[in-house]
């Protein structure tokens, strides 16, 4: 039997299952790859990558070299890789949206940590650090969990965004806040059925073609996990940073660890932890109950070296809020969950530039 010739779209097909360390995606399609020659039996690959974590070009590198090798007939490899110094604080090809300040994640390693509701109430209190300064801040809440959307719930609206002449989406407004979500287009108990490149089509048009405006700050509420939405929003937005929202609980601590560290391979800070459902108070007798644990955030914190920016209690009235359409921090900016949401927000915009 003859043996198959060496190309190049053979060795791209192969650097094709060598995965971007902490994603999801491959190297491929991250982009990473610049040249391929084939000479004979010699393979040539060119990549370039922006990072300061040298563990990321030597895994890619190794992995890539080891995926060559399987190439039957195959003899020489060399894999080169220009490590450039990242130019700000963001991901390979990462760019500002205009007019806008700050684009702030909120990101979670796994699901059910109450991280939709963290993203609602905080960028309500981030715009309240305007007001009570003098000012009102301009804030923008985008739902990039295209799959599970919830902040079309948790702000009450069903109505649909209108465009304008350009094409462009003109957002909902709510609480003086600009919103986009998948479910402001979807039907009720519609699913989104998307694959891939569509997920990353839906995940830019949000993000490039809505006309926000002039903000502040622009709060991301991004799904749980290291998939590719999140990949494709630290690839092509510049990220002031990430908030990590967790459970003291020791199975959501380790997921927390894995988002950090996602960022922290595509040098994007990580601004600090929040710690969700950190205990409750009963109504009753006021007695607390640590019905996650305690501490786990805390420690989480000082082992990434991030500030612990707040700790949520298990709170009855926040999730009726948001369960009517009215974010707690809106309907009652009093409430003792409010004003640690808005110690929260202080701590984060005190840490931006």
């Given amino acids: 039997m003859s043996q198959a010739r060496i190309t190049e779209d053979l060795v791209r097909e192969r650097l094709a299952a060598v995965k971007y360390p902490g994603f999801s995606r491959d190297i491929v399609s991250f982009g990473l790859v610049k040249g391929i020659q084939v000479t004979g039996s010699s393979v040539d690959v060119r990549m370039a ?4 974590d040298p563990a990321v070009p030597k895994a890619i590198k190794e992995e890539s070299e080891s995926a060559l090798r399987a190439i039957p007939g195959v ?6 890789i220009d490590i450039q110094a990242p130019a700000q604080a963001a991901g390979v090809g990462a760019v500002s949206i205009p007019g806008i300040k700050h684009v702030v994640a909120i990101a979670s390693g796994k699901g059910g940590v109450g991280k939709s509701t963290v993203a609602a109430n905080l960028a309500v209190a981030l715009q309240r650090t305007g007001v009570l300064a003098g000012t009102r801040a301009r804030v923008g809440l985008c739902d990039c969990d295209l799959y599970g959307p919830s902040i079309s719930l948790m702000f009450g609206s069903r109505e649909r965004p209108a465009a304008t002449e350009d094409n462009r989406i003109i957002p909902i407004e709510e609480c003086d806040l600009k919103l986009m979500s998948m479910g402001f287009l979807l039907e009720d108990g519609s699913p989104a059925i998307l ?6 089509r839906y995940t830019q048009q949000f993000l490039r073609q809505v006309e926000w405006g002039e903000l502040d700050f622009l709060v991301l509420d991004l799904p749980p996990g290291t998939g590719d939405i999140q990949l494709t929003i630290v690839q092509t937005v510049a990220l002031a940073g990430a908030v990590i929202v967790t459970t003291p609980q020791e199975v959501a601590l ?4 894995k988002a950090a560290s996602m ?3 595509v040098n994007v ?4 932890i929040v710690e969700n459902m950190s205990y409750f108070v009963c109504p009753n007798d006021g007695a607390r109950y640590d019905i996650f644990g305690s501490g786990g955030g805390q420690r989480e914190a000082a082992r990434l070296r991030v500030p612990l920016l707040g700790q949520l209690s298990i709170d009855i009235p926040t999730r009726e809020a948001g369960d009517r359409g009215r974010p ?3 309907v009652s900016p009093g409430s003792p969950v409010s004003r640690e949401f808005l110690k929260i927000a202080e701590k984060l915009r005190d840490a931006l530039p």
Avoid: E, H
Wanted: cysteine-free.
């Fill in 49 to 52: 990558l922006a990072t300061s």
């Fill in 75 to 80: 003899a020489q490899i060399r894999v080169s």
């Fill in 195 to 200: 694959r891939g490149p569509m997920v990353t």
């Fill in 254 to 257: 380790i997921d927390a660890r």
């Fill in 263 to 265: 960022f922290a391979k």
């Fill in 269 to 272: 800070p990580v601004l600090g």
């Fill in 328 to 330: 707690i921090t809106a």
